[in-house]
C-alpha cells in the first residue's frame, strides 16, 4: 500500500514531475524502425511521457524526433511534407533537419537569415533492436545507447512488436514483475481448444504459488518464483527488472530454441502506455517468429494502425465465457490481451492506496521502493539508478532443480551470457 503522495510520484511522467525527470535519464523506446519504412517516408506520431512528437526518416536514413508542432505557429508536422533532408511543414513551408534546425522558410525573406534563429526540440536517436530508442533528458546526463542482448541479437533470431496498453505504465509493469499471476491469469486446460496455432497441452508455468526471492543490483534486481512441484523437484523461474520499467523473463518455448522474452512499458502519458514485446533465441534462428505475435495477441488482425487492440475495453476484449469454462482462464485471447485487460480493468490509474499486498507482492513492492529513491536522487541532483550500467549479457530461465540441489548457484549461472557475473 502506498500513500496517495506516493502514487502520484510513481504515475505521472510529464516534464517536471518526478517520475518524468526520472525517465528522462534513460533512453527511451520511441517507435519501431520498421514504422520508419525507408529515408524520406511518411512522419509518424509519437506520445511518449506526455509529449506530443513527430518521428521521421530524413533522405540520409537518419531517424529524427522533433515536437509534433511547428515552431512558427504550430501546425501538426505530421501533416509535413519529408523531403530532402528535412521534415517541411505545409503551412508556411518551414523546414526542420533531424537535429530541429531551421533550415528553410519558405514565406520569409532570405535577407533576413530568421530561420537561423529558429529551432525546434529535437531529441537524439539510435537505432537497435528494431527500435528507434531517444534521449529526452539534459544532454549532458544522455547514458550510453541501449545495449541489450537482444538488441544485439541477429534479426533472424529476434521477434519485436508493440502494444497499445490504455492504463498507467505502471500498472504494466507491475503485472509483468508478478510471476505469481502467470500459471493463474494465463492458465489452459488441456482439454480446450485455447488458440489457434498454439499448443494446449504446454503449461506457461509448473507448479504452485511461489516463494518470491527478490536481489537489488545496479541496474534494478533479479528475482526468482521458486515453486515446489509434487515430486521432490523446484520449478524456479528467474527474471530481471531493469530500471525503470523493463523486464526480462524466460520465453514461451514454443517457437524451437533458447528463449528469452521481456517487455518495455514506455509511458505515452499518464493514462497510455506502449509496451514492447521482444523475444530472441539463444541458439537457432526462431522459426516461427510469428508465433510469439500468436500467442501474445499481436499478429495480424489483432493490432490497428496505431497499435490499438481490436480487443479492447470497448469489446469487453471479446471475452469467450464459453472458453471460459474449458479453454482458458479468462476467456480471452491472447497471453499479453489478458494482462492487458485485467490491468486495464484496475482504471486509467490504479489506486494503491487500498490495495493489501502479500508476500507474492515482493517484487512490486521492491520495484516502488527502487523508482520512489531514484527519483528522489535525480530531483537531488544525482545519477538515476542504472541509466549507466552494463546490461550486456543480462538473460532469463526457468529450470527444473532438484529441491536438495543449490538452485540459487544453478540459476545465477543462467541469468547472464557470461554464468561468471551473474
Ligand atoms: S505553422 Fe508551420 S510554417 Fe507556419
Ligand atoms: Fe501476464
Known amino acids: 500500500m502506498l500513500t496517495e503522495a506516493e502514487n502520484e510520484a510513481l504515475v505521472r511522467v510529464g516534464p517536471g514531475t518526478s517520475m518524468g525527470e526520472l525517465m528522462r535519464r534513460y533512453w527511451m523506446p520511441a517507435l519501431l524502425s520498421r ?3 525507408e529515408p524520406d517516408c511518411p512522419p509518424v506520431r509519437v506520445r511518449l511521457l506526455g509529449e506530443r512528437l513527430v518521428a521521421f526518416r530524413d533522405t540520409a536514413g537518419r531517424a529524427g524526433l522533433l515536437s509534433e508542432f511547428c515552431a512558427h505557429r504550430g501546425a501538426s508536422l505530421w501533416f509535413g511534407r519529408n523531403e530532402e533532408g528535412g521534415l517541411r511543414c505545409v503551412f508556411h513551408g518551414w523546414k526542420y ?3 530541429g534546425n531551421c533550415l528553410d ?7 533576413f537569415d530568421f ?6 526540440r529535437a531529441y537524439p536517436t539510435v537505432e537497435a533492436g528494431g527500435l528507434v530508442w531517444a534521449f529526452m533528458g539534459p544532454p549532458e546526463r544522455k547514458p550510453p545507447p541501449p545495449a541489450f542482448e537482444w538488441t544485439q541479437a541477429p534479426e533472424t533470431h529476434r521477434y519485436v512488436d508493440k502494444t497499445w496498453e490504455e492504463c498507467n505504465w505502471l500498472q504494466g509493469l507491475e503485472g509483468g514483475l508478478d510471476t505469481s499471476h502467470v500459471p493463474i ?6 482439454e480446450g481448444s485455447p488458440q489457434p496455432g ?18 537489488t543490483t545496479g541496474y534494478g534486481y533479479r528475482y526468482f518464483g521458486v515453486r515446489e512441484l509434487a515430486s521432490d523437484e523446484v520449478y524456479v523461474r528467474g527474471y530481471h527488472f ?10 514461451a518455448d514454443f517457437t524451437g530454441g533458447d528463449l528469452v522474452a521481456g517487455h518495455m512499458w514506455a509511458p505515452m502519458d499518464d493514462h497510455n502506455t506502449m509496451v514492447y514485446n521482444w523475444e530472441y533465441s539463444l541458439t537457432d534462428a526462431m522459426e516461427d517468429p510469428q508465433a510469439v505475435a500468436r500467442e501474445l495477441g499481436s499478429g495480424p488482425g489483432e493490432v490497428d494502425d496505431r497499435f490499438r487492440k481490436a480487443r479492447n475495453q470497448d469489446n469487453d476484449y471479446r471475452i469467450d465465457r464459453a472458453l471460459q469454462k474449458t479453454g482458458t482462464f479468462t476467456g480471452i485471447f491472447g497471453v499479453n490481451t489478458q494482462d492487458h485487460a485485467i490491468q486495464e480493468s484496475m482504471g486509467p490509474i490504479a489506486d494503491r492506496t487500498v490495495e493489501q499486498l502479500g508476500q507474492a507482492d515482493r517484487a512490486i513492492i521492491t520495484a516502488r521502493k527502487l523508482l520512489l529513491d531514484a527519483a528522489q536522487a535525480v530531483a537531488d541532483g544525482g545519477e538515476a539508478l542504472g541509466a ?29 551470457a557470461d554464468g561468471a557475473r551473474a
Open 35 to 37: 514504422e520508419l519504412s
Open 97 to 99: 533537419d533531424v537535429d
Open 105 to 111: 522558410m519558405m514565406n520569409e525573406p532570405d535577407a
Open 115 to 120: 530561420k537561423a534563429k529558429v529551432h525546434l
Open 185 to 190: 491469469l494465463h492458465r489452459r486446460f488441456e
Open 198 to 215: 498454439v499448443d494446449a497441452s504446454a503449461p506457461l508455468v509448473r507448479g504452485r504459488a511461489p516463494e518470491v526471492v527478490v536481489e
Open 242 to 251: 531493469v530500471m525503470p520499467f523493463t523486464q526480462i523473463r524466460p520465453g
Open 388 to 416: 549507466s550500467a552494463s546490461v550486456d549479457g543480462l538473460r532469463a530461465a526457468d529450470r527444473v532443480l532438484a529441491r536438495a540441489s543449490d538452485w540459487h548457484a544453478a540459476m545465477l549461472a543462467e541469468m547472464h
